[in-house]
């Protein structure tokens, strides 16, 4: 079974600070993939970033990057100079190649509020 | 190109009745998958279609159930509504392949309300 844990529920800074979203995962498949989505009031999902298991690489988009450490099995989202535009719930997800298809399972998501 | 489509956007039923949702994916996205969002569950997964047929299932009663026609377009119904079903139900569609490693696009959702 897999599992996904964001222990942070809600976070507030003020415009430009820089915050980091934290996120547990859970798995037993040594094949898997970590995924970042952002979903706005609008609520649809917004895909961020797709990881796979055998690359611990960091990753850098503009204001955004993302730390990867299997040894913790984290997958953590920092976002430096936050932006008002930047308030939304952030949800990690995990799918595995174990599952015949496309089954993502979610964390609990993050709410980021971002004051001007 | 068009991302994905879900209608209605907003509905309200009572218990009892039926209710059926519509997703149009991707042009070209033969998956789609249904997801149901509520402030006390989360997302959960409730099942993936591919090619017509279900690949997937989440542990959700009979009551939720779907299809998926030639064309891609996939519809889930829920029956007997109950007041916890409730939820914000996301479909998405996604490209071939079954390795987990297919990145969802997400439409913006219907909101359901059972009174």
């Known amino acids: 079974a897999q599992k996904v844990t964001q222990a942070q529920t809600e976070i507030s800074v003020v415009e430009k600070e820089d915050v980091t979203l934290d996120c547990v995962y859970e798995?037993?498949?040594?094949?898997?993939?970590l995924f970042w989505y952002k979903q706005p009031p609008s609520g649809e999902l917004v895909f961020l970033i797709r990881?796979?298991?055998?690359?611990?690489q960091n990753e850098i988009s503009g204001r955004y990057s993302w730390n990867f450490q299997k040894s913790t099995s984290s997958f953590n989202f920092t976002i430096t100079a936050s932006q008002v535009v930047d308030s939304a719930v952030y949800f990690c997800?995990?799918?595995?190649?174990?599952?015949?298809?496309?089954?993502?399972?979610f964390g609990g998501g993050t709410r980021l509020m971002v004051k001007p | 190109k068009a991302g994905v489509t879900q209608t209605p956007r907003y509905l309200i039923k009572t218990r009892g009745q039926q209710v059926t949702l519509s997703c149009s994916p991707i042009s070209g996205h033969r998956s789609v998958s249904w997801y149901q969002q509520t402030p006390g569950q989360g997302l959960q997964f409730l099942f993936e279609?591919?090619?017509?047929?279900?690949?997937n299932k989440g542990n959700f009663p009979g009551r939720f159930s779907g299809r998926q026609f030639s064309n891609s377009r996939s519809e889930m119904n829920v029956s007997t509504l109950e007041l916890g079903d409730s939820a914000l139900y996301l479909c998405?569609?996604?490209?071939?392949?079954?390795?987990?490693?297919?990145?969802?696009?997400f439409g913006a959702g219907s909101r359901l309300t059972v009174l």
């Open positions: 279609y591919f090619s017509e047929t279900q690949r």
């Open positions: 998405a569609s996604s490209g071939d392949g079954y390795s987990g490693a297919n990145v969802l696009t």
């Open positions: 990881r796979n298991s055998f690359d611990e």
């Open positions: 997800a995990l799918s595995t190649r174990g599952n015949a298809g496309n089954m993502l399972t």
């Open positions: 798995t037993r498949d040594t094949t898997y993939y």
